[in-house]
């Protein structure tokens, strides 16, 4: 089993392990990522073995500075208004890469482009001290829901993965944005951790949004954050045998009879209820019911990447969970 360890006492372990070409699972402030050095293919391939993770799926490199950041991918000036308004934070830029920057092929499923992120906390204080950047995507196992704590982690991954680096709750509790340069505009991929609205703000311009050519995310595949239960939203009552995820102060009819209720955010607090998402999913999943119920949750702000989780967990299986 995995070894939990806080992240005040966490850093040479992490090193060592990451060093040998092996994984580590270590707090972010979105969700708790799987981390392997990004120049190693062995440590990249240990992160897919971990997972369960179909190979088409490429992956997140964090970075420690600026610095790191340009020897890795080729900023347009855009994207470089991002990274000095958002970073270190939730927000991921797809670039295009430079030639012979070391990164291992399997980390950007072989495209000529990469995910890059520099995120806050230990992860940071991690990659710099490595010197190196590290591929990581959530913790979790392939098409479940992502680890906000280090027990969720080592609940799912701990038999697989030798350490669990410990840095409580993570504050967001939603995976990051994703933004994509696209000649002299740039596209919404993935909505995350970061509102839209705050990055549209911040360029003084709007995020084209829909279908890019292609898959251009695979991670967004439909049902990639399924719970066991199946889920169902909008919910305005709760019917036999089903959980109910709550939202405010509203409640949907007969919530009384819930087979196990829990509530995003009392106040009606986007923010909160992003933190709470995934954890209560995985608590309401655990209560047996068949179904989870949830009410509905407005768009604005990080409610647009709430419904999105909410949407991609109630989309028909496909892949993700053999039928019991
Ligand atoms: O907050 C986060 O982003 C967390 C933490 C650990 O950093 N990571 C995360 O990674 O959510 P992951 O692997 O679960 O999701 C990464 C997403 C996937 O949807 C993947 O398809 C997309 O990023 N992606 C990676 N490289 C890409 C690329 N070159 N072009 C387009 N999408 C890419
Ligand atoms: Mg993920």
């Not at 939730?90 to 920057?101: A, E, F, I, K």
């Not at 919530?255 to 999913?281: K, P, Q, T």
């Given at each position: 089993m995995a070894e939990i360890l806080a992240a005040g006492e966490a850093l040479e372990r992490a090193l060592a392990l990451l060093e040998s070409g092996d994984v580590v699972a270590i707090p972010t402030e979105t969700v708790y990522g799987l981390a392997g050095?990004?120049?190693?293919g062995i440590g990249v391939a240990r992160i897919f073995e971990a997972k369960?993770?179909?190979?088409?799926n490429p992956l997140i490199a964090h970075v420690a500075d600026m610095a790191m950041a340009e020897r890795i991918a080729v900023f347009d000036p855009l994207s470089k208004r991002l990274a000095e308004a958002f970073?270190?934070?939730p927000l991921t830029l797809v670039l295009p890469q430079r030639p012979g920057?070391?990164?291992?092929p399997l980390v950007t499923a072989g495209l000529d482009t990469i995910a890059l992120r520099m995120p806050r906390g230990f992860g940071g204080d991690l990659i710099a001290k490595l010197g190196r950047p590290l591929a990581a995507p959530?913790?979790?196992?392939?098409?479940r829901i992502s680890a906000t704590t280090a027990q969720a982690v080592a609940d799912d991954l701990g038999a697989r993965i030798k350490l669990v680096v410990d840095g409580?709750?993570?504050?967001?509790?939603l995976e990051s944005t994703i933004v994509k340069a696209e000649g002299e505009r740039l596209r919404l991929l993935r909505p995350g951790g970061i509102a839209a609205e705050e990055i549209e703000a911040a360029l003084g311009m709007a995020l084209l949004r829909g279908?890019?050519?292609?898959?251009?995310?695979?991670?967004?595949?439909?049902?990639?954050?399924?719970?066991?239960a199946a889920m169902r939203l909008n919910a305005g009552a709760v019917g036999k045998d089903e959980a109910l995820l709550g939202f405010g102060g509203q409640r949907a009819e007969g919530?009384?009879?819930?087979a196990a209720f829990l509530n995003l955010s009392i106040s009606g607090d986007l923010r909160e209820a992003a933190s709470n998402l995934f954890a209560y999913m995985q608590e309401l999943d655990r209560s047996g019911a068949r179904t989870i119920a949830v009410e509905n949750i407005p768009f604005d702000g990080l409610g647009e990447a709430i419904n999105d989780r909410l949407s991609r967990a109630a989309a028909p299986r496909d892949n993700t969970e053999p039928t019991p």
């Amino acid at each position: 089993m995995a070894e939990i360890l806080a992240a005040g006492e966490a850093l040479e372990r992490a090193l060592a392990l990451l060093e040998s070409g092996d994984v580590v699972a270590i707090p972010t402030e979105t969700v708790y990522g799987l981390a392997g050095d990004a120049t190693n293919g062995i440590g990249v391939a240990r992160i897919f073995e971990a997972k369960g993770r179909p190979r088409f799926n490429p992956l997140i490199a964090h970075v420690a500075d600026m610095a790191m950041a340009e020897r890795i991918a080729v900023f347009d000036p855009l994207s470089k208004r991002l990274a000095e308004a958002f970073w270190p934070g939730p927000l991921t830029l797809v670039l295009p890469q430079r030639p012979g920057n070391g990164i291992h092929p399997l980390v950007t499923a072989g495209l000529d482009t990469i995910a890059l992120r520099m995120p806050r906390g230990f992860g940071g204080d991690l990659i710099a001290k490595l010197g190196r950047p590290l591929a990581a995507p959530s913790a979790n196992s392939s098409g479940r829901i992502s680890a906000t704590t280090a027990q969720a982690v080592a609940d799912d991954l701990g038999a697989r993965i030798k350490l669990v680096v410990d840095g409580g709750a993570t504050p967001v509790g939603l995976e990051s944005t994703i933004v994509k340069a696209e000649g002299e505009r740039l596209r919404l991929l993935r909505p995350g951790g970061i509102a839209a609205e705050e990055i549209e703000a911040a360029l003084g311009m709007a995020l084209l949004r829909g279908g890019a050519a292609g898959v251009e995310a695979p991670g967004m595949l439909a049902s990639h954050y399924a719970p066991g239960a199946a889920m169902r939203l909008n919910a305005g009552a709760v019917g036999k045998d089903e959980a109910l995820l709550g939202f405010g102060g509203q409640r949907a009819e007969g919530w009384r009879h819930a087979a196990a209720f829990l509530n995003l955010s009392i106040s009606g607090d986007l923010r909160e209820a992003a933190s709470n998402l995934f954890a209560y999913m995985q608590e309401l999943d655990r209560s047996g019911a068949r179904t989870i119920a949830v009410e509905n949750i407005p768009f604005d702000g990080l409610g647009e990447a709430i419904n999105d989780r909410l949407s991609r967990a109630a989309a028909p299986r496909d892949n993700t969970e053999p039928t019991p």
